[in-house]
């Protein structure tokens, strides 16, 4: 029973081992950064790029901001861009697919070389799990949406609806991260509480938009690893944003308590 209603909104998996222990590694590996992040132990960027022990951090290699980022989000760019020539473009659920993360991680880069300001820097471990991450998974889910195309169309079609949240996503994502570099003058290298749009109500609303678009991509694809893969980002960014919101509530006094980390009024 729950097979069949699965089945009207998503491909059957594909019979490669790959996708299968992907889409599980995925989900868990995500799930459990998201989990490290509540329990304070982060991903080295942003404001937590020196976080823990000043001995450990020490050791580590420091790279730039923009460097780090342009490493991170990369290889994801060119995977998309190549998905293009590796798989034929047969349907238009496909080639709205590739486009969709070529775009997402063109904008990343876009946004690290001409909207970004930067402060700190990020940690090289850091930087080298998140853009394998972002690599694989763009690679799996493309693989896994040209596995699909020998298979019958779920009978419940998400594609022109993601498609739809994508750019919402997309669009507001990058609306947000453009307030947040508003907020910090040439040279500025101290944090202040941003403000404008959702900022008022949430203190990552670019991180909710991010989801908006994940979700929408997934919606696109209809493939099980699409949605493990969503799932898990979202996991991971529910405990980046309740971090962050911890952090603004340690070094503002006055930070207002009615601000949420990542949902209007609810989280």
Not at 43 to 66: E, M
Not at 175 to 195: A, F, N, Q
Not at 238 to 258: E, M, Q, V
Request: proline content about 4%.
């Amino acid at each position: 029973m729950v097979v069949t209603t699965m089945l009207k909104y998503i491909f059957p998996p594909p019979p490669s081992l790959f996708v299968t222990a992907m889409t599980v590694i995925s989900f868990a590996s995500l799930a459990s950064l998201g989990l490290s992040e509540l329990r304070g132990k982060h991903l080295h960027y942003s404001k937590f790029w020196n976080s823990g022990s000043k001995t450990s951090a020490v050791k580590k290699i420091k790279l730039s901001s923009r460097t780090g980022m342009l490493i991170a989000y990369s290889p994801a760019f060119l995977a998309g861009i190549a998905s293009f020539v590796l798989y034929p473009q047969e349907n238009i659920r496909i080639l709205l697919l590739c486009s969709a993360l070529t775009i997402h991680f063109f904008k990343r880069i876009f946004e690290v070389l001409f909207v970004h300001k930067y402060s700190g820097g990020m940690i090289l471990d850091s930087v080298l799990a998140i853009s394998l991450s972002y690599f694989l998974s763009t690679a799996t889910v493309t693989y896994a949406q040209y596995l699909a195309q020998g298979f019958p169309e779920p009978s419940v079609d998400l594609k022109y609806l993601g498609c739809l949240l994508f750019l919402i996503g997309i669009s507001g994502n990058f609306y947000h991260h453009y307030l947040l570099s508003k907020i910090r003058s040439k040279g500025d290298k101290d944090y202040k509480i941003p403000e404008g749009c959702l900022f008022g109500l949430v203190i990552c609303p670019h991180y909710l938009f991010e989801i908006v678009g994940f979700v929408g991509i997934s919606l696109i694809s209809q493939t099980l690893y699409a949605f493990s893969f969503t799932i898990g980002s979202a996991l991971y960014l529910i405990g980046r944003s309740c971090a962050t919101r911890r952090w603004y509530l340690s070094k503002f006094d006055h930070f207002p308590k009615n601000v949420k980390a990542l949902i209007p009024f609810v989280l």
